[in-house]
């Protein structure tokens, strides 16, 4: 029962450098999200899709792309790595895009960038 | 825009001691409630959630009540464990929409 599974859990990127983060999910969830946390700020939406094949910005997309070409996998890419990206990253699914539905939460990918 | 304002940390208790975690929210429509709970190196987790007015949600002796004339979903737990120490993340997630807005978190300590 392995739910939303992030790879890698941990990297260190120099400045420049690009690197391409995997979320997958097998509870067949329609929608995807990707987060990031940052301390005192609580998580703020990167990009999500409510489907595959589709993709949206959230909150603060800058600097990060995404793809879902599976219904499973949702793929947050960074393609030129700056020190303010430094944060953990959190992947999360629900079934359907209504307001009564919890997010599931994959356990993060610490990222830092020097 | 829609947001949740949280009481800031830490919080230290001893253990048995009663806990509160103030959050207030604001947004259009009516949105429903979250607590999430992250414990260390882990992603964040359910704790309950109240999708109307006058709700209330509960689990692992946690609890919290949908209060519309206040805008507030307030985290109660009669006597805390060790084991609860984490952050407490409370969300909402508004009327016609998909997105979830966060809290910024408040950590909880329990001193044996």
């Known amino acids: 029962n392995a739910g939303v599974t992030q790879t890698p859990k941990f990297r260190v990127l120099k400045t420049g450098q690009s690197m391409t983060l995997l979320c997958a999910q097998d509870m067949n969830h329609e929608y995807m999200y990707w987060y990031r946390q940052d301390p005192g700020m609580g998580l703020r939406l990167i990009h999500y899709s409510v489907g595959e094949g589709t993709t949206a910005k959230g909150e603060v997309p800058d600097g990060y792309n995404v793809s879902r070409l599976k219904k499973q996998n949702f793929l947050l890419g960074l393609e030129s790595a700056a020190p303010s990206q430094t944060s953990v990253y959190f992947c999360?699914?629900?079934?359907?895009?209504?307001?009564?539905?919890?997010?599931?939460f994959g356990n993060g990918t610490r990222l830092t960038v020097t | 825009g829609d947001s949740v304002t949280q009481m800031e940390g830490p919080v230290t208790l001893s253990e048995e001691a009663f806990l509160t975690i103030n959050c207030t929210y604001t947004a259009t429509g009516y949105p429903s409630l979250f607590w999430y709970v992250q414990y260390p190196g882990e992603g964040l987790q359910l704790l309950l959630k109240a999708t109307k007015a006058d709700d209330k949600g509960s689990n692992k002796g946690f609890e919290a009540t949908y209060r519309k004339e206040t805008t507030s979903f307030h985290l109660e737990k009669g006597s805390v464990q060790v084991s609860d120490s984490a952050v407490y993340f409370c969300?909402?997630?508004?009327?016609?929409?998909?997105?979830?807005?966060f809290g910024a978190g408040t950590r909880l300590f329990v001193k044996a």
């Open positions: 969300a909402l997630s508004a009327t016609g929409g998909f997105k979830t807005i």
């Open positions: 999360a699914s629900t079934p359907t895009g209504g307001r009564n539905s919890p997010l599931h």
